[in-house]
């Protein structure tokens, strides 16, 4: 099971395994466009013209930046924090997140020196939770035990973000 998004112009590809693409795409020159034709749907949105052009991979999983505020900045959104496609949370967290850095940033110049520190402090708390939740869904999953991406999925990311 894998799963890929490609933009329309058919040159940069997201995938949560991008390491596994990138290494498999120098092992089997047309591998992007074997992948590509086993999809329905991003098949569907470009025309396949022979061999791809070196496509461009990009990471699609969740991360959170180390520090969310600094002098002067503060990280809102994907900036601060990006989620798992499977999860279907990007843009309500993006949004959520606009909203509370604004009343973050106007709790600051009014005068409350704690306002940033808490929104960071809200960052990660929020990120850890989403992390609880989706280790809870990945754990339930069982139709793929030999998968490469689900063995990935099975791991706790709690304990490996926790060592970063």
Same mark, same amino acid.
């Given at each position: 099971?894998?799963?890929?998004? *490609?933009?329309?112009?058919?040159?940069?590809?997201?995938?949560?395994?991008?390491? *596994?693409?990138?290494?498999?795409?120098?092992?089997?020159?047309?591998?992007?466009? *074997? $992948? *590509?034709?086993?999809?329905?749907?991003? #098949?569907?949105?470009?025309?396949?013209?022979?061999?791809?052009?070196?496509?461009? =991979?990009?990471?699609?999983?969740?991360s959170r930046l180390n520090r969310t505020i600094g002098k002067n900045w503060l990280a809102v959104g994907d900036a601060a924090i990006t989620f798992d496609p499977l999860s279907a949370q990007g843009v309500h967290k993006a949004l @959520?997140?606009?909203?509370?850095?604004?009343?973050?940033?106007?709790?600051?110049?009014? +005068?409350? @020196? &704690?306002?940033? %520190? +808490?929104?960071?402090?809200? =960052? @990660?708390?929020? &990120?850890?939770?989403?992390? %609880? =939740?989706?280790?809870?869904?990945?754990? $339930?999953? #069982?139709?793929?035990?030999?998968?490469? &991406?689900?063995?990935?999925?099975?791991?706790?990311?709690? $304990?490996?973000? $926790?060592? @970063?």
């Amino acid at each position: 099971m894998s799963w890929l998004g *490609l933009r329309p112009s058919g040159r940069t590809w997201r995938a949560p395994d991008a390491d *596994l693409y990138k290494k498999a795409s120098k092992a089997l020159p047309n591998y992007w466009l *074997l $992948q *590509l034709r086993k999809t329905i749907h991003t #098949k569907s949105r470009i025309h396949l013209r022979g061999q791809l052009p070196h496509p461009i =991979v990009m990471a699609a999983n969740s991360s959170r930046l180390n520090r969310t505020i600094g002098k002067n900045w503060l990280a809102v959104g994907d900036a601060a924090i990006t989620f798992d496609p499977l999860s279907a949370q990007g843009v309500h967290k993006a949004l @959520d997140s606009g909203l509370r850095a604004a009343q973050s940033i106007e709790a600051h110049l009014s +005068g409350d @020196d &704690f306002a940033l %520190q +808490g929104y960071a402090r809200d =960052v @990660d708390h929020r &990120f850890r939770s989403y992390l %609880q =939740v989706r280790q809870a869904y990945y754990i $339930q999953e #069982k139709r793929w035990p030999d998968s490469t &991406f689900w063995q990935r999925r099975k791991r706790s990311e709690i $304990q490996r973000t $926790q060592s @970063d």
